[in-house]
């Protein structure tokens, strides 16, 4: 079994799915009615929600893996730039260097590497 895709449900669906493509390495596919965006490995669909942001628990998140800290920090010092909602700075993590942020819409992501994480985490990830 694998996973097929995420949905997700946006007052800001546009603005959601642009945030995946920047972002996330995400590409947008046609649809009529809702946004599909793809990636290896799975599928995202962003739904229209109206007229407020869902109310999401507060450490609920999804997570993506870069190779390095030096490609978290850069991510982060552009996510900033570009006015995305931080919820954190870079974090030293003894899972690995991570930040938490949230897409228009109001979604957290952790953003995070493995690459200086405790001994005792590597390769427990994959």
């Known amino acids: 079994m694998k996973l097929d895709h995420l949905s997700f449900p946006s007052n800001d669906p546009a603005r959601t799915a642009a945030f ?10 046609p649809a009529s009615g809702h946004w599909i965006l793809k990636r290896s490995g799975f599928d995202v669909v962003i739904e229209h929600v109206s007229p407020q942001a869902p ?3 507060a450490s609920f998140h999804l997570g993506f893996e ?3 800290r030096a490609e978290v920090e850069a991510l982060y010092v552009r996510m900033a730039a570009d006015g995305v909602s931080m919820e954190t700075a870079v ?3 003894v899972r690995g260097s991570r930040f938490f942020c949230r897409a ?5 992501f952790e953003l995070n590497t493995r690459a200086d994480a405790a001994l005792e985490y590597r390769g427990t990830f994959d």
């Open 55 to 57: 109310a999401w628990p």
């Open 104 to 108: 228009p819409g109001g979604f957290m």
């Open 20 to 29: 995946f493509e920047t972002y996330l390495g995400f590409t947008l596919a």
């Open 91 to 93: 974090i030293d993590h």
């Open 66 to 68: 870069l190779p390095t």
